[in-house]
């Protein structure tokens, strides 16, 4: 998920994950990561050797310089986005396979910047999902949108096979933006309070009370592993590019904010 960079107003909530700030460093958006390589695993092998190379950070194929880069972000479109995700077997969590997903999901969100990824948006159909905001990212966005999206830094998380719940009635709109959908921004429906609990990197048991700004994140990460863009749940006619995040919202569009019951 895109990472805010910079926020003029309540509607510039996710920023594009890719934008460099000189002399400044870059911060990261609220969107999310993934690779060019979709469904490989359910591929015959004979069928994706022109994928090789990208695939090879992950299989074990390819030339050694392809082992070490790391993966793309897989674009929306390809199936790998689109359809659930598969469940981590606990016992392979310790795997040099895994953890080499793991790494390589930290770095890449990093890289972006980005605030949360998750592995399908690497190319990788399994249910993974990294989560961090910082204080110098935060730094970027004025105080009084920090206080409207209640954003508070948090370490880095790994989760494996999350499970989400809500914890209350209590939801918000901001705009959304993802590393998937490159130069788009849309208004969100997220709840404010959510409990998600699964495994960390090391297979011990993880539960998280998460609300606000990283309660969003986790819903982001989330829907991925279940093959659901931020657009497939956007408000109507608040679709629009990044250039034009700054314009009002069409007549009839609901408040940006905490939602009043």
């Not at 969107?31 to 994706?48: D, G, H, K, Q, Y």
């Not at 657009?231 to 940006?256: E, H, Q, S």
Request: aromatic content about 6%; overall charge positive; charged content about 30%.
């Amino acid at each position: 998920m895109e990472s805010l960079f910079r926020a003029p107003s309540l509607r510039l909530l996710f920023l594009p994950a890719a934008v460099v700030v000189s002399p400044a460093p870059r911060c990261p958006t609220l969107r999310t990561l993934a690779t060019p390589f979709p469904s490989i695993l359910r591929r015959n092998p004979a069928s994706f050797s022109s994928t090789t190379s990208r695939a090879g950070w992950f299989l074990g194929l390819g030339d050694k310089k392809a082992k070490t880069e790391l993966p793309d972000i897989v674009k929306a479109g390809d199936p790998v986005l689109h359809e659930p995700a598969r469940e981590v077997d606990p016992k392979e969590i310790g795997s040099e396979r895994i953890q080499k997903i793991v790494d390589d999901m930290v770095k890449a969100m990093r890289r972006a910047p980005g605030v949360g990824l998750a592995a399908p948006q690497i190319g990788v159909p399994l249910r993974v999902i990294v989560l961090e905001d910082t204080s110098e990212y935060i730094s970027y966005q004025p105080k009084s949108e920090i206080k409207a999206q209640d954003r508070r830094a948090f370490d880095l998380l790994v989760i494996i096979n999350p499970k989400l719940k809500k914890k209350s009635d209590r939801t918000a709109l901001f705009f959304e933006g993802c590393l998937s959908v490159d130069g788009f921004r849309a208004v969100v429906e997220r709840s404010l309070d959510v409990e998600v609990s699964g495994l960390d990197r090391d297979g011990k048991p993880i539960k998280l009370d998460a609300s606000g700004w990283q309660a969003r994140i986790v819903q982001h990460e989330c829907d991925h592993l279940e093959g659901v863009l931020y657009v497939d749940k956007m408000v109507p006619r608040t679709f629009r590019t990044v250039d034009n995040l700054d314009l009002p919202l069409a007549d009839g569009c609901p408040k940006l904010g905490p939602r009043r019951s």
